[in-house]
């Protein structure tokens, strides 16, 4: 990292507000513990769907972002989310994908199974409840950040071809073909997108999703010169219903 910064870098909180909220008490006060350098917070997407608080998580999250110098990455669920307002035949992937309870977390809830006409009155529902500053927030999202010798994106990036070359599909989808990669990409990868028992550090790439919503363990990757650390909510927190 560029001297006299350190980055708080967390994936795949899925709704998790509760583990959220814990992470980012935790992380204040390590700020508070280390006040002499910058801190800049780098999400890297999948906010919504699964958990139970979809809604409240971009909440806080904006919250956090006027208090904070922060760095919003888009991820799959997002894409797929914003997608929705405009695209009816993505709907039944995103209830797939969880976004059933994001639907009901924003007052919009299927009765029955979402299909025909229904979707309609969803993308409907949906586009009325969505205040115009979560509207701001996922359309402003982005796909790729770099900071010193680390490169952070939500899913990973496609082996032999350039960082500055790389398509939205892979950052926000890739797996297997990253993952089992043992290429330098020039940059160290920061990622998420595949959830993992630990956060995996690697040679070429960091996977710091370790599975909140089913797991209870949000974790956050703290960088800092050279030196790499994680803050966590620890295991076997279980998610509330809704």
Known sequence: MPAGVRVYAISDIHGRLDLLDELLLQTEADITLRPDTR???VFLGDYIDRGPSSRETIDRLIQHGERHECVFLKGNHELIAIKCLSDP?????????GGYETLVSYGVAPENAVTGSSIAQLQAGFHNAL???HFRFFRDLRTSFACGDF????AGVRPNVKLSEQKDQDLLWIRDEFLNSNEDFGKIVVHGHTPAHDIEVEPNRINIDTGAFATGRLSCLVIE???LSVIDTGPAAVAPAG
């Open 151 to 154: 490169f952070f994106v939500h």
């Open 225 to 227: 010169a050279e030196q």
């Open 89 to 97: 035949n993505r709907f039944d992937q995103w209830m797939r994908l």
């Open 131 to 133: 205040p115009q500053n």
């Open 39 to 41: 801190p800049v917070f």
